[in-house]
């Protein structure tokens, strides 16, 4: 079955940088779309960025943009978020999706906290 499990979060300092991972399995992850999300306490989950089964064409939101590079490797079946210039509003649980045979898969989601 599908799997998609994040990893690379924790406590940082308002302008640190972490790398999340998405590691997929259960589906042939090198033909789908993936995105990352986040949710903050209290508030709706929104989308961070999104990137092509080839790696092509990143999609950011405006409040990510220039800060946050999104990148996946096929071979290893993990896609990553590269954060950097950290924001207190940044602190969410940050989760990755994708899409199968129409049905939406989320993995469990790993917290990012940015505070000094």
């Known amino acids: 079955q599908v799997q998609l499990v994040e990893s690379g979060g924790g406590l940082v300092q308002p302008g640190g940088s972490l790398r999340l991972s998405c590691a997929a399995s259960?589906?042939?992850?090198?033909?789908?779309?993936m995105r990352w999300y986040r949710q903050a306490p209290g508030k709706e989950r929104e989308f961070v960025a999104g990137?092509?089964?080839?790696?092509?064409?990143?999609n950011y939101a405006d409040s990510v943009k220039g800060r946050f590079t999104i990148s996946r490797d096929n071979v290893k079946n993990t896609m990553y978020l590269q954060m950097s210039s950290l924001k207190p509003e940044d602190t969410a649980v940050y989760c990755c999706?994708?899409?199968?045979?129409?049905?939406?898969?989320w993995g469990q989601g790993t917290q990012v906290t940015v505070s000094s």
């Open positions: 999706h994708v899409t199968v045979n129409g049905r939406d898969y």
């Open positions: 259960g589906f042939t992850f090198s033909i789908y779309y």
């Open positions: 990137i092509t089964n080839v790696g092509g064409s990143p």
